[in-house]
């Protein structure tokens, strides 16, 4: 029913009859009014809390005539009388100059129409009583209309009238032609006054048959914005297969006009596509306000078939979603980089738990070895010290063979006497995964009673040969994979071979504590516990089997 008003009102305002005279820099409208009516003047684009400053054209400073007063930014003629006939202008702070409206008071008991409307013969019209000012009093009693200054009493059929004043007529004819006049009684301060506006309507359209126009879009979209941002709202509406000059489009906010605010500002043309006509429009809002949010904001086609809307709401940002967001990928990147350092940190322990589960789950692939590692160090009867021999003689077989099921070949244990040195110690290098070096800065001789130490270079030529080829295999083949054992404090690399310096470089080497040897067993087994971890993590996995065998 509103939207049906300000469809009839935006074409009224549309009609050049509105205008009636141009004689200052900004519009100049004449109202019609008559002797003993209320009749309200607004100034453009203001509303109840702007502060303007009306003043009669003449007049010096802002006095106006008696029965004229300033309410609300509105002009209120209490009631109309012929002394009031005249302009009057309005000012707001701020403006490049003043707006100026004619009062045009007639003595006749209905004023002059303004305007002239053209209506179809034989079709339907809507006629609005275009009194907004008067209906946003919220105290109207009573509406009626006359037609020549004659009271009409509705008939139901071909005439009516609504609550809001709204006079449709169906099946017009020539006979329906006349002035018309829309009465308002409306209680201000304890008395009854009555507004009128008339109209003339003029039965001589041709009947065309359009059909009724429909939105495309919107249909209830939602668009996020963020207040006091700037934001254009699209419409598209299907008018028909050609253009019509009764077609026009408009929006509303919250069932208000966009007119009533100065943020706002619509525009329409029509679109040719595929032999179809449609209307496009769109709504600028300068800076999104707080009283846009969560309200229905209308875009409306009309045409003489009907009148269609599409509804759009304006939804603030909710930045809820977005700190979640940044929370859940900030803790999803903290714990990414909590496990990466999990895993440096216990990456040992890892691999060796996974191996020992995996072993019951998968078998060694043959790979023609006959043992996992090949241990080369200075044999006691050379210049290397009693706790070097204890390490490679007595704790890697301990720890390594017997409790975790290793197969170890150790020089000088498991040689036989009378064999070619150089064949055995090639075919066995050959035949083992890893080749574990034991280093230590010194060998020491205790010759003439007294302790004299000797380079690793002096006696390097006894390990030069099996050094030789695992180490060309590892270097060539990248197979055995070498590990170096460091014992009895820093080894000088200097003096030791460039295949040596390299693989210390790339992969370092373990450390052997000598000064936490204990004199027991088990309490040599348990210390340097990590030196254990860290060479079984070097050495490759054990089949299950020999495992338990081991053990």
């Given at each position: 029913?509103?939207?049906?008003g300000?469809?009839?009102?935006l074409?009224?305002?549309?009609?050049?009859a509105?205008?009636?005279?141009?004689?200052h820099?900004?519009?100049?409208?004449?109202?019609h009014?008559?002797v003993?009516?209320?009749?309200?003047l607004?100034c453009?684009?203001?509303?109840?809390?702007t502060h303007?400053?009306?003043?009669r054209?003449?007049?010096h400073?802002p006095?106006?005539?008696s029965?004229v007063?300033?309410?609300?930014?509105?002009?209120w003629?209490?009631?109309?009388q012929?002394s009031?006939?005249?302009?009057?202008t309005c000012?707001?702070?701020?403006w490049s100059g003043?707006?100026?409206?004619?009062v045009?008071?007639?003595?006749?008991?209905c004023?002059?129409?303004p305007?002239?409307k053209?209506?179809?013969?034989?079709?339907?019209?809507s006629?609005p009583c275009?009194?907004?000012?008067i209906?946003?009093?919220?105290n109207?009693r009573n509406?009626r209309?006359?037609?020549?200054?004659?009271l009409?009493?509705?008939?139901?059929?071909?005439i009516s009238?609504?609550?809001?004043g709204?006079?449709?007529?169906?099946?017009?004819?020539?006979?329906?032609?006349g002035?018309?006049?829309?009465l308002v009684d409306?209680s201000?301060?304890?008395?009854?006054?009555?507004?009128?506006?008339?109209i003339?309507l003029?039965?001589?359209?041709p009947?065309?048959?359009?059909p009724?126009?429909?939105?495309?879009?919107?249909?209830q979209?939602?668009?996020?914005?963020?207040?006091?941002t700037?934001?254009?709202?699209?419409?598209?509406?299907?008018?028909?297969?050609s253009?019509?000059?009764?077609t026009?489009?408009f929006w509303?906010?919250?069932?208000?006009?966009?007119d009533e605010h100065?943020?706002?500002?619509d525009?329409?043309n029509f679109?040719?596509?595929?032999g179809?006509?449609y209307?496009?429009?769109?709504?600028?809002?300068?800076?999104?306000?707080?009283?846009?949010?969560?309200?229905?904001i209308s875009?409306w086609?009309?045409?003489s078939a009907?009148?269609?809307?599409g509804?759009?709401?304006?939804?603030?940002?909710?930045?809820s979603a977005l700190y979640?967001?940044v929370?859940?990928c900030?803790?999803?990147?903290?714990?990414?980089l909590?496990?990466?350092?999990?895993v440096?940190?216990?990456?040992?322990?890892?691999?060796?738990a996974?191996r020992?589960?995996?072993?019951?789950f998968?078998?060694?692939a043959?790979?023609?070895?006959?043992y996992d590692?090949?241990?080369s160090?200075?044999?006691?009867?050379?210049?290397s010290?009693?706790?070097?021999?204890?390490?490679?003689?007595q704790l890697?077989p301990?720890k390594?063979?017997r409790?975790?099921?290793?197969s170890?070949?150790?020089?000088?244990?498991?040689?036989?006497?009378?064999?070619?040195?150089?064949?055995?110690i090639?075919a066995?290098?050959?035949?083992?995964?890893?080749?574990?070096i034991?280093?230590?800065?010194e060998g020491?001789?205790?010759?003439?009673?007294?302790?004299?130490e000797?380079?690793?270079?002096?006696?390097?030529?006894?390990l030069?040969?099996?050094?030789?080829?695992?180490?060309?295999?590892?270097?060539?083949?990248?197979?055995?994979?070498?590990?170096l054992?460091?014992i009895?404090?820093?080894?000088d690399?200097?003096?030791?071979?460039?295949?040596?310096?390299?693989?210390r470089r790339k992969?370092g080497?373990?450390?052997?504590?000598?000064?936490?040897?204990p004199?027991n067993k088990?309490?040599k087994l348990?210390?340097n516990?990590?030196?254990?971890?860290?060479l079984?993590?070097?050495m490759?996995?054990?089949?299950?089997g020999?495992?338990?065998?081991?053990?």
């Amino acid at each position: 029913m509103a939207a049906a008003g300000w469809t009839l009102l935006l074409a009224a305002l549309m009609s050049p009859a509105h205008t009636v005279d141009h004689n200052h820099s900004e519009a100049a409208d004449t109202y019609h009014v008559s002797v003993g009516h209320l009749f309200l003047l607004k100034c453009l684009l203001v509303d109840a809390h702007t502060h303007v400053t009306w003043s009669r054209a003449g007049e010096h400073g802002p006095k106006l005539p008696s029965g004229v007063e300033v309410r609300d930014g509105l002009l209120w003629f209490l009631p109309v009388q012929m002394s009031h006939d005249g302009s009057y202008t309005c000012e707001k702070r701020g403006w490049s100059g003043p707006v100026t409206f004619g009062v045009s008071v007639s003595s006749g008991k209905c004023p002059d129409p303004p305007e002239n409307k053209s209506i179809t013969l034989g079709g339907s019209e809507s006629v609005p009583c275009k009194q907004s000012e008067i209906f946003k009093l919220n105290n109207v009693r009573n509406i009626r209309w006359m037609k020549d200054c004659q009271l009409m009493e509705p008939s139901g059929d071909h005439i009516s009238v609504e609550e809001d004043g709204l006079m449709r007529m169906s099946a017009a004819s020539k006979e329906d032609s006349g002035n018309y006049t829309c009465l308002v009684d409306v209680s201000v301060d304890g008395r009854t006054y009555t507004a009128a506006r008339s109209i003339r309507l003029t039965a001589d359209k041709p009947i065309i048959i359009r059909p009724e126009p429909m939105v495309v879009y919107p249909q209830q979209k939602a668009v996020v914005v963020e207040e006091g941002t700037s934001v254009k709202l699209e419409c598209l509406a299907l008018i028909g297969f050609s253009e019509d000059s009764e077609t026009f489009m408009f929006w509303t906010v919250d069932d208000e006009h966009t007119d009533e605010h100065e943020e706002l500002k619509d525009s329409w043309n029509f679109v040719h596509d595929r032999g179809r006509v449609y209307g496009q429009s769109t709504l600028s809002i300068s800076k999104v306000r707080r009283h846009f949010l969560n309200v229905p904001i209308s875009c409306w086609v009309s045409n003489s078939a009907g009148c269609k809307d599409g509804i759009v709401w304006l939804r603030e940002a909710d930045r809820s979603a977005l700190y979640t967001h940044v929370a859940l990928c900030l803790s999803a990147s903290l714990a990414v980089l909590l496990l990466a350092a999990a895993v440096l940190v216990f990456k040992v322990d890892l691999v060796l738990a996974h191996r020992k589960l995996m072993r019951h789950f998968s078998k060694r692939a043959p790979d023609g070895k006959l043992y996992d590692a090949y241990v080369s160090f200075l044999p006691p009867d050379a210049l290397s010290s009693a706790q070097t021999a204890s390490l490679v003689l007595q704790l890697l077989p301990e720890k390594l063979e017997r409790q975790h099921g290793y197969s170890l070949y150790i020089r000088g244990r498991d040689d036989c006497p009378g064999e070619a040195v150089h064949d055995v110690i090639a075919a066995t290098v050959r035949t083992c995964r890893r080749l574990i070096i034991i280093l230590s800065p010194e060998g020491k001789s205790s010759a003439d009673g007294k302790t004299e130490e000797v380079p690793l270079s002096n006696t390097k030529n006894q390990l030069c040969y099996e050094q030789k080829v695992g180490l060309y295999d590892a270097l060539t083949q990248k197979d055995p994979r070498v590990i170096l054992v460091e014992i009895d404090g820093p080894v000088d690399y200097s003096r030791l071979p460039e295949s040596l310096r390299y693989f210390r470089r790339k992969q370092g080497a373990l450390k052997w504590k000598k000064s936490s040897l204990p004199t027991n067993k088990p309490n040599k087994l348990r210390s340097n516990r990590n030196f254990w971890k860290n060479l079984r993590y070097l050495m490759p996995s054990v089949p299950v089997g020999r495992l338990q065998t081991a053990v």
